[in-house]
């Protein structure tokens, strides 16, 4: 499904993808992100709160079991019926069974206080995350871009609306975090104005605070 030029992956950003699928881009890129600072929390051993560690991955935990179940329910039937090379779908969807056992895994190991199990169940879980994305991607990606921008635009609204309240109050911090002034630039274009102020400002101060376990 590829030209044999482009790049169909966020890896070392978003600069390559079309101007409509940077938003979904950039939601990888923020995926591979906070799965490191895990990994990295865990193997400097911190002794910091293990309780509000566990409220920052519960948030994450949040934001992409989302996001698997918007693509398992709405984008991945939607491009079986539009797209006729799309096929990826099946592996995707056990990928996403993985990572909820881990993900669970996680949780589990910071619910009880089990910081000897942390750094094994965080780096498997970073190793999925960066496994499913380059399974992912390169069959996502150039069907995505394929389509009209009003046509996906429109299925990205339909996946925006089924995000949970404390979803959404977190996704526009959670994906501008780091991502250079281009990026926010294209991906804001899409946001409407009220909702970028509110996300700049209220939200991302309480995003910010949130932060605090894993810096």
Known sequence: MSDGTTVWSSERGIGALPGHIKGFGLMHVAMRRDAARLSSFAARGSSGSTAALAEWFGRL?????????????????????????????????????????????????LGSGLRAELPEAATGFEALVREHLGHEEPVVFPALAGLPVDEYLQVERRIIRSAPTQVMTYLQPWMFDGADAVSVRAVSATIPAPVRLIGRTVLERRYRRGLTPVL
């Open 61 to 109: 935990r949040e934001v992409i079991d989302w996001h698997h179940h918007s693509e398992d329910e709405i984008l991945w039937p939607y491009l079986r019926d539009r797209v006729a090379a799309f096929d990826g779908s099946g592996v995707l969807e056990q990928d996403h069974e993985a990572l909820d056992r881990s993900m669970r895994r996680v949780a589990g190991a």
